[in-house]
């Protein structure tokens, strides 16, 4: 039983932190808490390219992040495109999905540097086919809730 509640205050907690990203409107992921021990290296991150496939846009980006704490993080990523709002993008908002479509919960071991040569971040595809700029979104790291 106490097994089952963890669970669920786990689940509702994630959710949460979903819905609190899903309710931002003009200050995007501003009202989330960013990781203080995960941080994206922007020397080292670039943005590829868009595809649009019906109404979903996905934006293929290069992203090095880096674990500074001496603890194992689990991170979620969002992205915030605000040129693109309304455009290319609906509302601005991108998450970091896998194969699946599903949010992708990022593993970093401590004091560990990690490079993902293909990260997707897919959003409502906004209507007009084309890009801003060739720049990374502004991208934003949550940590998974603790329990």
Not at 39 to 62: I, Y
Not at 95 to 122: N, S
Not at 124 to 129: D, P, S
């Amino acid at each position: 039983m106490l097994l089952f509640c963890l669970l669920l205050c786990a689940v509702l907690m994630i959710s949460s932190v979903i819905y609190c990203v899903q309710k931002q409107s003009n200050g995007a992921f501003k009202e989330l808490t960013k990781s203080k021990t995960v941080r994206l290296v922007s020397e080292e991150s670039f943005f590829h390219e868009f595809f649009v496939d019906g109404q979903t846009v996905a934006l293929r980006c290069a992203l090095t992040l880096k674990n500074t704490s001496n603890e194992t993080k689990s991170v979620y990523l969002y992205a915030y495109s605000p040129k693109d709002r309304s455009r290319l993008i609906k509302d601005g908002k991108l998450f970091a999905v896998d194969e699946e479509d599903k949010m992708v919960l990022f593993t970093i071991p401590p004091q560990a540097t990690m490079v993902f040569e293909e990260m997707y971040f897919k959003g409502e595809f906004g209507g007009t086919k084309q890009k801003f700029n060739r720049l990374l979104p502004d991208i934003l790291i949550v940590e998974q809730p603790q329990i």
